[in-house]
């Protein structure tokens, strides 16, 4: 059974920094893109940022110089170091593994259940 676990989402204020962390199981991790999503309230999904299972990274234009994607593949983990974070930064963030290098939500293989991060003003 495939699990997706993410942690480390929370409440700060703007300038903060949030470190998400997702525990994969279950699956050949080094063989799947890990990708980032998030959900704000009355919102769509949209990508955040992926990385390859190469080490390929990607990211939504509006994140790009704040947040960090890295992954270890001998710890089965993702990571997204959020730094200098906004309100609007503000939403549920989901892991998910998919095996190819997409920014779509779709034809996701497995998704975790998602974190809340709170940025303050």
């Known amino acids: 059974q495939v699990q997706l676990v993410e942690s480390g989402g929370g409440m700060v204020q703007a300038g903060g920094s949030l470190r998400l962390s997702c525990a994969a199981s279950?699956?050949?991790?080094?063989?799947?893109?890990m990708v980032w999503f998030r959900q704000a309230p009355g919102k769509s999904r949209e990508f955040v940022s992926i990385i390859s299972w190469s080490g390929t990274i990607a990211y939504t234009d509006s994140v790009k110089g704040r947040f960090t994607i890295s992954r270890d593949n001998a710890k089965n983990t993702v990571y997204l170091q959020m730094n200098s974070l906004k309100p609007e930064d503000t939403a549920v963030y989901y892991c998910?593994?998919?095996?190819?290098?997409?920014?779509?939500?779709?034809?996701?293989?497995?998704w975790g259940q998602g974190t809340q991060v709170t940025v303050s003003s």
């Open positions: 998910a593994a998919r095996r190819y290098f997409s920014r779509s939500d779709y034809q996701v293989d497995y």
């Open positions: 279950g699956l050949t991790f080094s063989r799947y893109a």
